[in-house]
């Protein structure tokens, strides 16, 4: 008997170029998407961090009488509202054995500029170790100025906002209320800028692993991951500030000069410094 014919038919090449012109539109729809949920979840363990670090700090206040864990390196030299260890490895201040008793010190990383292959933030021995958050708790804003200390929960210490406009002065203070905040650092005399988080809406930052570098034929270590970019001013950013009632707020699409912020010296032994963290008026 003879055999049953198919019908069957080869796809042409045009309706191959279709379909394929199809699929590659969905994935352009798709793929700003995909990019903005990875950044939400990034954005959201951020903000969960902070809150697990808040509480290891709220711990040790319910030890020690109301007192903010003491941050030595917030009064050694060459202080940074970032920094967690300097001179480590010869026995300077560090901060990570008292706070690693009370919280995970790799909280301190950022989702969003994570130590990866290289010595972690906690056993680390480099010179000088920094988290990817700015740390109020148990030290000055400014360094020699009673006013800006955060020792103590019913500390109410004054922000001071520098305006250098026309000189480096103070402006006006304002009550402060930040234990902790996304790193975000400017050094305008070189136009450098360092963040823990990356412009998302421009994209001007690169992400860059720093554990050592070069300098007058010197060589200094450092542990940090940070966005920066040496040339331009970043683009906005989104960030997470924790509050001293431990709760977290985030305030998005933050540019350099942002009205919705605060100029202070990023170095609190130095006033006259052109480098400046940014911390909320309220």
Not at 155 to 168: A, C, F, M
Not at 260 to 267: E, G, N, Q
Request: include cysteine; proline fraction near 6%; charge should be neutral.
């Amino acid at each position: 008997m003879p055999q049953p014919r198919h019908n069957t038919r080869a796809f042409t090449i045009v309706e191959l170029l279709v379909v394929m012109s199809i699929i590659v539109l969905l994935l352009a729809l798709l793929l700003p998407s995909a990019r903005r949920a990875r950044y939400v979840a990034k954005f959201a363990t951020c903000a969960s961090q902070q809150r697990q670090i808040g509480v290891g700090v709220m711990i040790y206040t319910n030890d020690y009488m109301t007192q903010y864990p003491y941050r030595k390196v917030a009064f050694g030299s060459n202080p940074r509202h970032s920094k967690l260890a300097f001179n480590a490895k010869s026995g300077g201040p560090d901060d990570r054995p008292m706070l690693r008793r009370y919280l995970d010190i790799n909280f301190m990383v950022c989702p969003f500029s994570p130590l990866e292959g290289v010595q972690s933030l906690d056993d680390s021995d480099h010179i000088d170790i920094h988290s990817s958050y700015e740390m109020y708790f148990g030290g000055p804003i400014v360094r020699g100025d009673a006013e800006t200390w955060n020792m103590k929960i019913s500390d109410h210490p004054l922000l001071p906002d520098l305006d250098t406009s026309g000189g480096y002065w103070q402006k006006q203070r304002y009550e402060h209320k930040i234990l902790l905040a996304d790193m975000d650092w400017a050094y305008f005399a070189i136009h450098q800028q360092q963040t823990s988080h990356p412009d998302f809406y421009t994209g001007l930052l690169q992400f860059e692993h720093r554990d050592h570098h070069l300098a007058s034929q010197v060589t200094t270590h450092h542990t940090m991951t940070m966005w920066w970019n040496p040339v331009y001013e970043r683009g906005a950013i989104d960030r997470n500030f924790l509050y001293k009632d431990g709760s977290v707020q985030p305030i998005y699409n933050l540019d350099m000069n942002d009205a919705r912020l605060v100029r202070i010296p990023a170095m609190n032994n130095n006033w006259t410094s052109a480098q400046y963290h940014f911390l909320p008026r309220g």
